[in-house]
């Protein structure tokens, strides 16, 4: 089945059409034709004023709960959320039921996947059972085809293990990624340790936590001479530190997550659950600090962390609530609305182009004869995103009824058109 995209701007620093309008048709899993103007016949045609196409979104770090925690989202409701998001590929944590920590999880993802609208491709654990304790079966996952490697939601504290981590996934040319928590440090903390905790009367976790494990796996990183992303960072000085190990020449990417970007602590004031995250929301002035260095470039994906919780997990005290908020379906107008001012070629690059070069996945440029691999947006439409409307089976998200300027108009993937709402 073939499909005509009328005039459509082309965002890809890899194709030699990047900024120009272009008509684009497009046939099973494959692009056919870029012109000006095609001439032919096409089975659908999609023209919609002020699409811009870009290489299909990536996302880094996602958690599907499936296996084992299928009531709070499974594969197919995470793909169609990731869908809906822009994503046509996402890397599912580890963190399930059983974990996946051998070949035979990594199987049973690669293998539903099949049956996705989207690419799920599964991280293997450092550590079997996500206990920290001794190394999982990384070179065998990675043959079967896990894409990295983390402990997820609970990084490795043992700085040997980690060490070992490392060293395993050089040999085949792989990236560890690992959160930045010091679990030993403010282990009972529920908010970023300052002023504002003690007035709330909430026990804090500092920001020293996020620095030490940031500092400690470069230097980690710097005596194996391994590949390190670091994920969801959320401090100043661990920005900084991160900018500095680039210049060195370390192999060490990172991403923020958009709700560190769009709230910060204060925003917690009246206790709202739905913000307790880890690492937690720091200081207005990390906050700014991220935004700084996504516009600067030093920040290189955008990763959700979508986090699905069910109902009762965050209709709770704050104490005893569960942390994590999902947001596949507004990672990208929520960027859009803080950053009106980056760039699309920066837009791609953080949700697509960077991720796909860390982790060595396929190419998705926007070519003839390339693999059609696509996501359309546009930065002249609104996004909101609310109970009626969401794909994940949670509700966790503070960014429901809220309209962000950026709108995510379909994907092109696995040779299938699908387009959200044009209104």
């Not at 082309?10 to 056919?32: E, H, M, R, Y």
């Not at 005596?223 to 500095?244: D, F, N, P």
Request: with cysteine.
């Amino acid at each position: 089945m073939t499909t005509l995209i009328k005039q459509v701007k082309i965002a890809d620093t890899n194709s030699p059409f990047n900024g120009k309008i272009k008509d684009i048709l497009l046939d099973d899993q494959l692009i056919v034709a870029i012109s000006d103007h095609f001439e032919g016949t096409a089975n659908q045609i999609i023209e919609i004023d002020g699409l811009t196409v870009a290489p299909g979104f990536v996302d880094p770090f996602v958690h599907f709960c499936d296996p084992g925690m299928e009531h709070r989202e499974n594969l197919l409701s995470g793909a169609n959320a990731a869908k809906v998001g822009g994503f046509t590929t996402v890397f599912t944590l580890p963190n399930t039921t059983p974990v996946v920590d051998a070949k035979s999880q990594v199987t049973y993802i690669k293998q539903s996947g099949d049956h996705l609208p989207i690419h799920v491709l599964p991280i293997g654990a450092i550590s079997k059972k996500i206990e920290g304790k001794d190394l999982a079966e990384m070179i065998d996952m990675h043959t079967n085809g896990a894409v990295a490697f983390s402990d997820g939601v609970h990084p490795v504290q043992s700085a040997l293990l980690f060490l070992k981590a490392l060293q395993y996934v050089k040999a085949f040319d792989g990236v560890a990624i690992q959160m930045p928590i010091d679990k030993s440090i403010g282990s009972l903390g529920l908010m970023n340790e300052g002023i504002l905790s003690t007035k709330l009367g909430l026990p804090g976790i500092p920001a020293i936590a996020e620095e030490l494990i940031i500092s400690r796996d470069i230097e980690l990183l710097r005596y194996t001479q391994s590949k390190l992303h670091i994920t969801g960072v959320s401090t100043q000085k661990g920005i900084l530190m991160i900018e500095a190990a680039k210049k060195e020449g370390l192999s060490i990417s990172c991403s923020v997550t958009p709700y560190h970007l769009f709230f910060n602590e204060e925003d917690l004031s009246d206790y709202n659950t739905l913000l307790k995250v880890f690492p937690p929301l720091r200081t207005k002035a990390d906050q700014q600090a991220l935004l700084k260095a996504v516009e600067n470039g030093i920040v290189d994906c955008i990763s959700s962390h979508h986090m699905p919780q069910d109902w009762d997990g965050k209709t709770i005290e704050f104490e005893n609530a569960k942390a994590g908020i999902a947001c596949l379906e507004t990672s990208f107008a929520s960027v859009c609305q803080l950053l009106p001012k980056l760039t699309e070629d920066k837009i791609v690059a953080l949700f697509s182009t960077n991720a796909r070069n860390i982790f060595s996945l396929s190419t998705a440029s926007v070519l003839e004869n390339s693999k059609a691999e696509l996501t359309f947006f546009t930065r002249k439409q609104n996004t909101c995103i609310s109970k009626n409307n969401s794909q994940s089976k949670s509700a966790n998200s503070p960014f429901w009824d809220i309209n962000l300027k950026g709108k995510i108009m379909g994907t092109y993937v696995k040779g299938k058109l699908y387009l959200n709402n044009k209104n």
